[in-house]
């Protein structure tokens, strides 16, 4: 889709349809009723008609006589303009994007008049709004075969804005390259786990790299071993590809020494290995690369964005599988670290290949680590699907993620991480112990065991299990991978202090 923004008058646009941003309150607003009168009164009408109230995405399609360069004016619905948010208008235009794609729908005009109720930056607005369309867009139809059974794309959006046009244009630039890569993130976990191996992540973040200012290195098997990262080859073993940990470093900041670490999870599929997951839904466990994909993907968006700050992602890189080689239950395990841990289930692998990866970042001396993982099945039940689970060794660090989050629309929650926790973790005949002796809180002790490995910075984990994909069709974003955290990550380096 090709998103520019236009100063003509809003009258003169062509397009098939236009779209009106419309709030609960009334009367409408001058300009709309501006719009109407020259309309001959059909929105009022529809209105009227349809009984439409704007609530958030709620959506009025009204067909137009001829006169115009349009022939037809959709109705959405933002809300209370006092509750106004990025995520409403990200998820408002990304509603009227898939549903005029649905309709064949080829060429969309967008009316975007100074928003009333909580005053919302020009940029922040435009970023919005071109990212809630393209991810909107978006669909994974590599292996289809037969295309014309296909929705049709959106192949131009233009919008008419009563913004300053240079200031709006910069965030629309910003939420192009934020989607883009957001969509990439859903690529790489809507792959099947037969052609996204840990080798497929390490081509994407080569490929990253040609981007300036960013470099890619790749340890291997043998590495590896030199480095005592036992937790990570102990969960490879029964794994006919070969784990890879990839170092993916953007340098914006060249003569500063200061570091943003990322760390994502890896797997690029998970079985439970000697733990056997049930086989229902297991077909999905090849997203459990997510974590991975997002950082990837995070320093792609903000190599892009030309960003002033030093950025380093580390991805654990293996597939999780039952052989006669793979690890056990009851197995005393190493780790990069020193310290050693009792395997208690295999399925509880994230947390292994992680204090591998969580160690090696304290190489860089970092100003905070911040770790992504689709990590436990407890943090669904905890939160749900909607909101990501939150936890840290660092008040400060904290609430800027939670900011982050609420800017980005990565919404994020934070649960308690006290020392009982971690009491659990511990194990009667090695230091640790992967899976804990307690009932319930499993997405809080899973966060514990990764503290053990972090004694020298700053850290906060994200499990991002419930949000990373989706089982069902949403108004503004398909099923399948999601591509949560990306847009948190990017938002989090832009802020970044």
């Excluded at 609420?406 to 659990?424: A, F, H, M, N, T």
């Excluded at 053990?452 to 499990?463: G, P, V």
């Excluded at 069709?473 to 591509?483: I, M, N, Q």
Aim: aromatic fraction near 6%; charged fraction near 25%; charge should be positive.
């Amino acid at each position: 889709m090709k998103i520019s923004i236009s100063s003509q008058s809003l009258l003169e646009a062509k397009a098939q349809t236009l779209v009106l941003f419309l709030f609960e309150e009334k009367p409408l607003s001058q300009e709309v009723l501006l719009i109407d009168k020259e309309l001959g009164g059909i929105i009022q009408t529809a209105i009227k008609e349809e009984k439409f109230t704007a609530k958030r995405s709620e959506t009025v399609a009204v067909n137009i006589s001829k006169g115009f360069g349009f022939t037809r004016v959709l109705l959405l619905g933002l809300g209370k303009k006092s509750k106004l948010s990025l995520l409403a208008l990200r998820q408002g235009i990304g509603t009227a994007v898939k549903m005029l794609a649905k309709s064949n729908v080829q060429k969309i005009a967008v009316y975007v008049s100074k928003l009333p109720g909580r005053k919302l930056p020009t940029v922040q607005v435009a970023e919005s709004l071109s990212l809630g369309a393209l991810t909107a867009e978006y669909q994974f139809t590599e292996y289809k075969t037969v295309k014309k059974d296909l929705p049709t794309r959106i192949k131009e959006l233009t919008f008419y804005t009563t913004y300053p046009l240079k200031v709006f244009n910069k965030g629309i630039e910003a939420g192009v390259i934020i989607a883009n890569a957001i969509n990439h993130a859903r690529d790489y976990g809507n792959q099947p786990s037969n052609k996204a191996n840990p080798s497929y992540l390490v081509t994407m973040a080569q490929e990253i790299a040609k981007t300036p200012k960013v470099r890619c290195r790749v340890l291997e098997r043998e590495e590896m071993k030199k480095k005592k990262m036992e937790a990570l080859l102990a969960v490879s073993q029964g794994a006919v590809h070969p784990p890879k940990f990839i170092i993916l470093e953007y340098k914006g900041k060249p003569a500063s020494k200061d570091w943003l670490v990322l760390v994502g999870k890896g797997i690029t599929f998970d079985s439970g290995g000697i733990s056997i997951k049930p086989g229902e839904k297991m077909d999905e466990m090849k997203f459990d690369m997510a974590g991975g994909g997002a950082v990837i993907s995070a320093v792609e968006a903000i190599a892009h964005l030309k960003l002033t700050i030093n950025v380093v992602a580390l991805i654990p890189a293996t597939e999780n599988l039952p052989s006669g080689e793979a690890y056990k239950p009851g197995d005393i395990i190493g780790s990069a670290a020193g310290k050693t841990i009792e395997v208690i289930n295999t399925d509880a692998e994230g947390r292994l290949i992680l204090a591998d990866a969580l160690h090696y970042a304290k190489q860089y001396k970092p100003k905070a680590v911040v770790d992504f993982a689709t990590l436990t099945g407890a943090c669904v039940s905890a939160l749900g699907t909607h909101v990501s689970g939150l936890m840290g060794n660092n008040s400060s660090l904290i609430q800027k993620i939670k900011q982050a989050g609420e800017i980005s629309g990565d919404r994020v929650w934070e649960l308690p991480l006290w020392e009982e926790y971690s009491k659990q973790m511990k194990s009667d005949i090695a230091d640790l112990r992967n899976i804990s002796t307690g009932q319930g809180g499993g997405a809080i002790t899973a966060a514990a065991f990764l503290l053990e490995f972090i004694k020298e910075y700053s850290w906060a984990h994200l499990d991002i299990a419930g949000t990373a994909w989706s089982t069902e069709e949403k108004p503004f974003l398909g099923k399948g991978a999601t591509g949560t955290g990306v847009a948190l990550a990017v938002e989090l380096a832009r802020k970044w202090k």
